[in-house]
C-alpha cells in the first residue's frame, strides 16, 4: 500500500534525481583525479582525455565492483588503481594468460604487468616516442 501512494512515488524520484547529481559530480572529480594520475605529456593531451573518459566509464557505474566505488580509499588513490586495472584487464593479456595454480603466481603476474604498465606511462608522462 505504500509502494503505491503517491507521496511515495515522487519521494523515490527525488531520491534517484539526487543519486544521479551526486553521481555526475563524483565522476567528474574521479575523472580529474585521473587526468592528474596520468600526468601525459602537453604532446598527448587528447590521449589523456580519451583514456580518462573510458577508465571513468568503467570504474564508476554503481554496481560495477570496481575499487572506485570502495569508500575505504582515497579518490586519488582510487584513480591509481583504476587506470593500472584498466590497464591490466584492456591493454595486456592478462585475461588471456593462464596461470599455474601455485600460491602467489597471480599476484607475481599482476606485479609484471604493473612493472610494464608504469614504463609505458612513464613514457608518455615524459613526451618520448611511444611504439605500443
Do not use: C
Request: no cysteine; glycine share 4%; charged share 30%.
Amino acid at each position: 500500500a505504500q509502494r503505491a501512494d503517491p507521496k511515495h512515488q515522487k519521494k523515490l524520484a527525488q531520491v534517484k534525481v539526487r543519486r544521479e547529481a551526486k553521481e555526475t559530480v563524483f565522476g567528474e572529480d574521479f575523472q580529474q583525479a585521473i587526468i592528474q594520475f596520468l600526468n601525459f605529456d602537453q604532446r598527448y593531451h587528447l590521449l589523456v582525455e580519451q583514456l580518462s573518459k573510458l577508465i571513468k566509464g568503467h570504474a564508476v557505474p554503481i554496481g560495477s565492483g570496481t575499487v572506485a566505488r570502495s569508500s575505504s580509499v582515497t579518490l586519488d588513490d582510487k584513480a591509481a588503481l583504476a587506470v593500472m586495472a584498466w590497464m591490466r584487464h584492456q591493454a595486456g593479456a592478462y585475461d588471456s594468460t593462464s596461470v599455474a595454480r601455485v600460491k602467489s603466481a597471480r599476484r607475481e603476474l599482476r606485479r609484471q604487468i604493473a612493472r610494464q604498465s608504469e614504463r609505458i606511462l612513464a613514457k608518455y608522462r615524459s613526451g618520448d616516442d611511444v611504439d605500443y
